[in-house]
């Protein structure tokens, strides 16, 4: 049984550091979601768009565990935000994941002239206790300057592709200076991470592997991180990482492998067509 640890949002919300992402889990989804819940994982990343929102609810009722123990994240998708029919998406999703209330709702991505409308339907859902925190995923400095010219409620959440090779360093202390907490999606860069030699070197040195070297990297820069995976085994090894710590000479050199390199550049938050 892992032991996640925990951070405080700005908003006084519970938020595990460890969640388990479910992009592109497809049938084996429910299943994930199980086993990831069995070994102590509390927090579970979906969206739309991943299309298995059915399934999260299903592997969490398999689960047996408590709802109330688990933090739950879906997202609003962009063609839905476009269709202006973000009132119906939410009361979908909310069927959809068999619940009452989501822990933490996010924008899928800034699109252009609807993120803004988006927010106020969310801050609504907010105040009436249907959604325990708000935020939003792949914002830009300047699509955050443009939300809170009008929101009444700061994002808890920037949800951003963090990885040895785009390590964002800007970008996060732009959100923690606002007191905006940053998670990690595609933390190990669609194992990517596993041909690079030195990170073979580290694992070598703290007996770990590149997963929980790059997971550790991550957790100890004060990040929220949701690794993906179906796997039993794996899923173990991505929660093993809260008893070593790296050195701070390390945690540098892992940061100096930054190439700020995508692991799709058409996912860019300036250029997206999607």
Request: charged residues 30%; aromatic residues 10%.
């Amino acid at each position: 049984m892992i032991h996640n640890k925990y951070k405080k949002l700005n908003n006084g919300t519970q938020i595990p550091i460890l969640g388990l992402g479910v992009y592109n889990s497809g049938e084996e989804t429910a299943q994930a979601v199980k086993t990831a819940l069995d070994l102590g994982y509390r927090h579970i990343d979906t969206a739309k768009f991943y299309a298995n929102e059915t399934d999260v609810a299903q592997g969490i009722k398999q689960s047996g565990i408590d709802r109330k123990e688990i933090f739950l994240t879906t997202k609003i998708w962009n063609d839905d935000m476009r269709a202006h029919r973000q009132h119906e998406v939410i009361e979908e999703s909310l069927k959809k994941l068999d619940t009452d209330y989501i822990d933490l709702f996010l924008i899928h991505w800034p699109v252009k002239d609807v993120f803004v409308e988006t927010w106020k339907i969310m801050e609504e859902y907010y105040k009436k206790g249907v959604f325990k925190a708000i935020g939003v995923s792949n914002f830009h400095p300047q699509h955050m300057e443009e939300l809170l010219k009008s929101a009444e409620i700061i994002p808890a959440v920037n949800q951003i592709e963090v990885h040895p090779y785009l390590t964002q360093n800007d970008l996060i202390k732009y959100n923690q200076d606002k007191g905006i907490e940053i998670e990690c999606w595609s933390p190990i860069a669609r194992g990517k991470v596993f041909k690079d030699e030195f990170l073979k070197s580290l694992a070598d040195k703290y007996s770990k592997t590149i997963s929980q070297i790059v997971l550790r990297w991550e957790v100890q820069r004060g990040l929220i991180v949701l690794p993906k995976s179906v796997h039993e085994a794996r899923l173990k090894e991505n929660a093993d990482i809260f008893d070593f710590t790296l050195t701070d000479e390390d945690m540098k050199a892992i940061s100096n492998l930054n190439r700020n390199e995508r692991v799709n550049e058409e996912s860019n938050p300036d250029t997206f067509t999607f």
